[in-house]
């Protein structure tokens, strides 16, 4: 029996889908357990991309249990075109459930995080604009619409009478947009009723018989540690718990259950949207890693920030979330620079430290540099495949977090990948 938690380990897009695809085959049941649609889980099964934003990475195995948690902020029309178009395009897919306590991200709130980031100006944060702080903050101020309210139309009519006529008055009154009609609403939402009705359950009871059965269940993070409510890069952050501690929360199960964390760590570091960088890379090596990485939010398509691994952050990661094991990403795309930094220390306030702060502004990095290597090596297959060069940098990773490597990725296939 085992429960283990995935979790990005840096501002999230670490190739957690790639992680979770490889780890499903041995796997009984997947859940997502925070987050919503601003998530982006890359997943290529025969040369063909799969993008998932709500649905667990685990959908492309026919039969596995999908589970989608207590936890994760759900945009239903999003989730039923993205539930239909995987139906229409694969032969087989996994079996989904939904919670019945996950809340609903509405229409209102996907205008308002459009909103408010235009308030912002300067000061936004940079969201995927899917509604997802919106949905956690009426979560938080009891006036959010669950999944489990749908199947209860009197009283999902009511709640939703009662928040529209607040959100209008702040649509209109405050921004000047035209309000949304609730009858509207109300139909759209009610029409998903029969795609919830056979797939939602009391997934507090369904993980625990999993548990208890001794099943393999994988609890799949979305976004990344530093991005997580609290212990990220506050305000750049999203609104829930990425961390593994989320994980207890939004699958509705003990820390004592958990037995394994694995930490995704992508071979370099990515950020999209705003919040201070200490390892941005300079023009043209971050267009450069940008560009043969992929680097484009697979939600919204933006360029994302491209900079080089922070041992200091991932140490602390690794820390917070209890990271036993490390699935390496991406190591290909750092073919062909002749050198490779990695952040080891931060220069802040004029003193050296290797303990990291989430105030990132003003913080210097302190590099340490090693040689890069030039050899193709998404067909190694073996650490012994790899150039001496990429094996001293894997080891320089397992020696700064202090955590052994399992996994590495040297390719985008499901196939590309070294077993350690
Ligand atoms: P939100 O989650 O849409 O509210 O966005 C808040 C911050 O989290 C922004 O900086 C987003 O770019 C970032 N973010 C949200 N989801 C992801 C993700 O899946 N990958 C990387 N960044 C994300």
Not at 116 to 130: C, P
Not at 194 to 203: A, L, Q, V
Not at 280 to 303: D, H, N, Q, Y
Request: net charge negative; with cysteine.
């Amino acid at each position: 029996m085992s429960v283990t938690v995935i979790v990005g380990m840096q501002w999230g897009d670490e190739g957690k889908g790639k992680v979770v695809d490889f780890l499903v085959k041995d796997a009984d049941a997947v859940l997502r357990y925070q987050g919503g649609s601003n998530a982006g889980h890359t997943v290529v099964l025969k040369g063909k991309k799969y993008i998932f934003h709500l649905l667990p990475s685990g959908m492309l195995y026919p039969g596995k249990l999908c589970i989608i948690g207590d936890g994760v902020v759900v945009d239903l029309p999003l989730l039923v075109e993205e539930y239909d178009t995987l139906k229409r395009e694969a032969v087989e897919v996994g079996d989904l459930r939904i919670s019945e306590l996950a809340h609903l991200v509405m229409p209102y709130h996907k205008i308002l995080d459009e909103l408010e980031e235009r308030r912002r100006g300067e000061q936004k944060i940079g969201t995927t604009r899917r509604g997802i702080g919106p949905a956690y903050a009426d979560k938080v101020s009891r006036v959010g619409i669950r999944v489990g309210d749908l199947l209860r139309p009197d009283l999902f009519e009511e709640k939703l009478k009662f928040v529209l006529d607040r959100k209008n008055e702040i649509i209109t009154k405050i921004y000047g947009e035209r309000p949304l009609d609730i009858l509207e609403v109300r139909n759209l939402y009610l029409s998903y009723t029969d795609f919830i009705k056979d797939k939602i359950c009391n997934t507090v009871y369904l993980v625990r018989s999993l548990i208890e059965e001794g099943k393999e269940v994988l609890l799949e993070g979305a976004q990344g540690t530093l991005l997580d409510i609290t212990y990220g890069t506050y305000p750049y952050v999203t609104s829930s718990h990425p961390i593994s501690g989320g994980a207890c929360v939004g699958a509705g199960i003990s820390p004592r259950d958990v037995n394994d964390v694995i930490g995704v760590l992508k071979a370099y570091n990515t950020r999209v949207g705003m919040g201070p960088f200490p390892t941005e890379m300079e023009e043209p090596l971050g267009s450069l890693i940008r560009e043969r990485g992929g680097e484009f939010g697979a939600t919204t398509g933006r360029p994302r920030r491209c900079g080089w691994l922070d041992a200091v952050m991932i140490k602390y990661s690794a820390k917070l979330n209890g990271v036993n094991k490390i699935a390496l990403t991406k190591l290909d795309v750092l073919t062909g620079l002749e050198k490779i930094k990695v952040c080891v220390a931060y220069k802040v306030d004029g003193k050296i430290t290797e303990e990291f702060t989430p105030f990132l502004e003003g913080v210097r990095p302190i590099y340490e540099e090693i040689d890069g290597w030039n050899e193709d090596i998404t067909s190694a297959r073996s650490l012994s495949d790899l150039p001496p060069e990429a094996r001293r940098y894997v080891k320089l990773i397992e020696e700064l977090v202090g955590c052994k490597i399992f996994f590495i990725g040297v390719g985008a296939g499901r196939e590309e990948v070294i077993l350690l």
